[in-house]
């Protein structure tokens, strides 16, 4: 089940048909990325770290935890990744599922939470960690906390 915060549920969802286009373009981009995530540290990664992730005071000092070491590697902005200037909360959302679902398909015995915001240039930026409970998510339990438009699911 999504939960989005206050700031996200005001963002107009009016009905929406994602074209054929788009959704070819998600869909080669999302087994991309499905196909480049590697296990690091028992982390699921997309983007090979730019620190020494081994040296565990380098790691410490950079992201802290597991969890902040995957959501940093594992942040994708969608205006960037699909080479698209505007793209409305359906279109997001269209990615969001749709990665979930190739995610859980591959890797069917864990537990994830993704994320997606909007953020204050209009970019939507798409987060994912393995869940390890809720006290060690990324995010805020209360993510009305938040001022941006945020949404997360944990499947």
């Known amino acids: 089940m999504i939960t989005e915060n206050e ?36 982390c699921l990664i997309y983007r090979n770290p730019t620190f020494d992730a081994d040296n565990e005071d380098e790691f410490c000092r950079y992201v802290h935890n597991d969890v902040g070491f995957e959501v940093s590697q594992n942040e994708i902005n969608l205006n960037i990744e699909l080479d698209k200037e505007d793209i409305c909360k359906c279109e997001a959302l269209y990615f969001f599922n749709f990665f979930n679902k190739c995610l859980k398909e591959r890797y069917n015995k864990s537990e994830f939470c993704s994320i997606m915001s909007l953020d204050n240039m209009n970019n939507w930026i798409f987060r994912f960690h393995i869940y390890r409970g809720t006290d060690n998510m990324w995010i805020d339990k209360n993510i009305n906390n938040y001022r941006e438009p945020l949404l997360y699911e944990i499947f």
């Open 7 to 42: 700031p996200m549920s005001e963002i107009n969802s009016i009905p929406y048909v994602v074209n054929a286009k788009y959704k070819v373009t998600v869909n080669k981009n999302i087994n991309k990325i499905i196909n480049k995530l590697k296990v690091r540290r028992d």
